[in-house]
């Protein structure tokens, strides 16, 4: 049986999870068509999805349309978790993207078409919602031309627009559908100029398979109208999923524990076939498959391309790994394969338990839930006994905040939110302490030098002493130390990008009393230098110097164009940055940078400033530095910036 792994997307409340409900409802997999309202649907599986009514966490759920198994995959629509939505992109072939035939395009609906774009998934367009009153067929039909993409195919006509009567008509009108068609293929042009036959069908299917062209259907997922029209597109236009052999190669888009605790990954099979008791490769290490199941089938003994299937046994797996049988992966030819690129999070807040006898169970839980979701970082604070969690929006806050009572039963609250900074080397620094000589209480020479390196080029160490001039496992207790040092800077965040370079080494060699065994009080450890290393890293930072960057959002403003003035002055006052504003007769468009720190401040004043009609993308663009006082973050470490402080805490340990 052929499969089709299909991705159902759109803006908060356009109605994608209705019309999940309704496809589901039509294939008979459920019984009655759940309501976002009543909190019953099928495909929002966490508590808040069903109280917020949108939806946060991907699901997957199977139906047959005849031979073709549909994965019906709903991903999340808020803006927070985008990445949840990128994630969920990488595993499709093929996509449904809602559009309100009330509310028309909106911000979402354009990141997501961008993004399905990118990643060329084929994709139709289901105009929801016609039985609305105020709902649209030719303003909707423009706004996608012109906010989306101009090369769609209308798919039929409405009667009764906007009316519970409202239907769907399936009828293309052949000169638009001509027009688009040629637009994308020279030899369907030349067969036309020459009055031969063109099998415009045919070409439609093969132009939308290639995700060039985008059929557009209209209909009604509460009533029923237009979905079957658009089940006919998804089963005749959509491309099926590849089916190829070797090597093994599949993607974890998903990471869940079961009821016993154990974790249960959701693979997508690009090719090869995995099998129980099999042993994988995947983040960097092996395992052994103890049970699988094919989503839509339920447990089985082997899993083919194309499919998704649960894997058990993968006790270290995350979101994001690749499940081969080699280190090659070969992408499907011509898609493009998602590497989980996730823009860095740029807020930050302290957790903590309502309970304090709850603390311990909060860092257990809350390590679960970060191995399950990269969108969830954690930093501890062990001086002050605290968690920071890293945040892509203030939605987050709730989703962890359900989560943890939901699934740990443990009740948390959070403090205020804070911007997450970087700082970045801003020259050249050099510093060394010997062994035995001056204030150095450690059996350890480290001699350091650190330069700035290019943007995300990441932290380098380098040797200048030979690698035999001491034993290995002190160098790479040095660079380890080195590179848990620059987790925190001078200012207390983190420096992504440096060279470090070794310049200095030494040590005592193992050595004794007369007759008496190893003695560590004369003998140098990787202790020795790991106690050591933060002190001259820090000695040569202080002399290199630091500059601390904030992030920066671009942004696109779309308002009405008597409203200009007013948000430019809101913009100036939040630190934004506009470029020349594109002005038209009603609507005009705003584009520049902002600081991460005021995006949600300007969501908040946007309805006010533009009567409720603005609409504002924003997403992070790149680190600048901060003007103004310098913020520092408190520190989670001993602060060997303090030598005094430092040396109270840390003690050479015989």
């Not at 293929?185 to 069908?201: F, G, K, S």
């Not at 302290?350 to 679960?368: E, F, W, Y």
Request: aromatic share 6%; net charge negative.
């Amino acid at each position: 049986m052929e499969v089709l792994n299909l991705g159902i997307l759109a803006h908060v409340d356009a109605g994608k999870t209705s019309l999940t409900e309704r496809l589901l409802y039509a294939a008979g997999v459920i019984d009655e068509v759940g309501s976002v309202d009543d909190g019953n649907t099928q495909t929002d599986s966490l508590a808040l999805e069903r109280q917020r009514g949108i939806t946060i966490k991907t699901a997957v759920a199977s139906f047959a349309l005849g031979d073709l198994t549909v994965n019906l995959i709903d991903t999340p629509g808020h803006p927070d978790f985008i990445a949840e939505v990128e994630r969920a992109l990488s595993v499709l072939d093929g996509a449904v993207l809602v559009v309100s035939a009330v509310e028309g395009v909106q911000a979402q609906t354009r990141v997501l078409m961008r993004t399905l774009q990118r990643l060329r998934i084929p994709t139709l367009i289901f105009v929801n919602k016609l039985d609305r009153p105020g709902a649209q067929y030719d303003g909707v039909l423009r706004q996608i031309a012109t906010k989306l993409t101009g090369e769609i195919v209308p798919m039929g006509e409405v009667p009764n627009l906007g009316t519970p009567d409202a239907t769907f008509k399936p009828i293309v009108q052949e000169d638009t559908l001509l027009e688009v068609l040629t637009h994308q293929d020279d030899e369907l042009l030349q067969r036309y100029v020459d009055n031969e036959p063109l099998a415009l069908d045919e070409a439609l299917a093969a132009q939308t398979h290639r995700a060039l062209v985008h059929p557009v259907y209209f209909g009604s997922a509460i009533t029923g109208a237009g979905t079957e029209a658009l089940t006919d597109g998804i089963r005749e236009l959509l491309p099926r999923a590849r089916t190829t052999g070797e090597p093994l190669d599949g993607t974890v888009f998903k990471v869940e524990r079961g009821p016993a605790g154990e974790k249960i990954a959701y693979v997508r099979m690009f090719s090869g076939t995995a099998h129980v008791r099999e042993r994988v490769r995947y983040g960097g290490t092996d395992g052994k498959i103890t049970a699988l199941e094919v989503v839509g089938e339920g447990a089985a003994q082997a899993i083919h391309a194309g499919r998704i299937g649960r894997f058990w046994g993968l006790a270290d797996i995350r979101i994001g790994d690749a499940v081969t049988d080699a280190r090659d992966i070969i992408a499907p030819e011509g898609r493009i394969r998602s590497t989980y690129a996730f823009a860095p999070p740029t807020l930050e807040t302290v957790i903590t338990p309502r309970k304090p006898s709850d603390k311990g169970n909060l860092r257990v839980a809350l390590t679960q839930l970060a191995e399950q979701d990269p969108l969830i970082n954690l930093r501890q604070d062990d001086l002050r006994q605290e968690t920071y969690v890293s945040l892509y929006g203030e939605v987050q806050k709730e989703v962890i905040e359900s989560t943890l009572a939901t699934d740990f039963g443990i009740d948390v609250d959070f403090r205020e939110t804070t911007t997450i900074c970087i700082e970045r080397v801003a020259g050249t620094g050099a510093a060394v302490e010997f062994n035995k000589k001056d204030a150095n209480p450690f059996l350890a020479t480290v001699g350091l030098r650190v330069e700035p390196a290019p943007v995300n080029a990441g932290v380098s160490f380098d040797l200048e002493v030979e690698l035999g001039s001491m034993p290995y496992a002190f160098i790479k207790a040095v660079e380890e130390t080195v590179r848990e040092t620059l987790h925190q800077g001078i200012h207390g965040w983190q420096i992504p990008d440096a060279k470090v370079v070794m310049t200095h080494s030494g040590y005592s060699a193992r050595q004794s009393h007369a007759h008496a065994v190893f003695d560590k009080s004369m003998s140098s450890t990787a202790g020795d230098f790991r106690f050591l290393t933060p002190l001259v890293l820090m000695t040569a930072l202080q002399q290199a110097g630091t500059t601390v960057q904030e992030p920066m959002h671009r942004f696109r403003l779309e308002i009405p164009t008597d409203t200009t003035r007013a948000v430019l002055a809101a913009l100036a006052r939040l630190r934004a940055i506009p470029q020349v504003p594109a002005l038209a007769a009603e609507t005009s468009t705003l584009e520049g940078e902002i600081p991460a720190a005021a995006v949600y401040e300007l969501e908040q004043q946007l309805p006010a400033l533009t009567r409720g009609e603005g609409v504002l993308e924003s997403a992070f663009e790149r680190y600048q530095p901060v003007t103004g006082r310098i913020p520092d973050r408190p520190r989670t470490d001993h602060d060997p910036l303090n030598r005094r402080e430092y040396l109270l805490h840390v003690q050479r340990r015989v």
